[in-house]
């Protein structure tokens, strides 16, 4: 059974101040790591996909990072509108993703 | 607007009544996926279809539920029987390729009281 694993659970940042959230997988032949953004009563929103470890994906203030067991995302000097849940997903073998829990990120002015 | 598109956006029925959602993909996706997401989890994977073909279901998929995708473009999902415990958000997601990224909808908010 896929596993994926989110930390922190909630992350408070001061606008301006750099983090990293962290998303460790178990998968038996991984086919695709995928980074999500979800506001709230909303779908989620397709940020990267990483393929394989070394690989590194940027967007704006966003940057996710891919090893053989776990993936970092990390946002610079994040604005009160990267406020948002940020989901990780994984692909292994069939058609399903198989998520984590979320880590929820505010973005205090 | 290309996205994926759900209907309706928010349901409140009562306990054993059925309901169903539609749901519109990405024009040019064949892949269509259900999913069900609670209150601070991430989706769950519910069924895939490849064109017309139901090729994948969860053992989260009761008796209770079935989704069909008739002529391979828009998908239906009922839920039959309801009870509280399906309260949730149902989200829908199209891709063009296996691997690929997944596109999802805004989902339909379930309130079963």
């Known amino acids: 059974e896929d596993q994926v694993t989110q930390s922190p659970e909630a992350l408070r940042l001061q606008e301006g101040e750099s983090s990293s959230l962290n998303c460790s997988y178990t998968?038996?032949?991984?086919?695709?790591l995928f980074w999500y953004r979800q506001d709230p009563g909303k779908g989620p929103e397709f940020l990267f996909t990483?393929?394989?470890a070394g690989e590194e994906k940027e967007k704006e203030r966003l940057k996710a990072t891919l090893t053989k067991k776990e993936s970092f995302l990390h946002i610079t000097a994040p604005k009160p509108e990267d406020s948002a849940t940020y989901l990780c997903?994984?692909?292994?073998?069939?058609?399903?993703?198989?998520f984590g829990a979320g880590t929820t990120v505010t973005v205090r002015a | 607007d290309t996205g994926v598109s759900q209907d309706p956006r928010h349901k409140i029925t009562k306990r054993g009544q059925n309901v169903t959602f539609r749901c519109d993909p990405i024009?040019?996706?064949?892949?269509l996926y259900w999913y069900r997401q609670t209150l601070g989890q991430g989706p769950e994977f519910l069924t895939y279809?490849?064109?017309?073909?139901?090729?994948?279901k969860s053992r989260l998929l009761s008796d209770r539920f079935s989704a069909e995708r008739p002529k391979g473009s828009f998908s239906t999902l009922e839920i039959q029987r309801t009870e509280q415990g399906d309260s949730a958000m149902y989200l829908c997601?199209?891709?063009?390729?296996?691997?690929?990224?997944?596109?999802f909808g805004q989902g339909t908010r379930l309130t079963v009281v």
């Open positions: 998968v038996s032949g991984l086919r695709g």
């Open positions: 024009s040019e996706h064949n892949r």
């Open positions: 279809f490849q064109n017309e073909a139901q090729l994948e």
């Open positions: 990483l393929y394989s």
């Open positions: 997601a199209s891709s063009l390729f296996a691997n690929t990224e997944a596109f």
């Open positions: 997903a994984v692909k292994a073998e069939g058609y399903k993703l198989s």
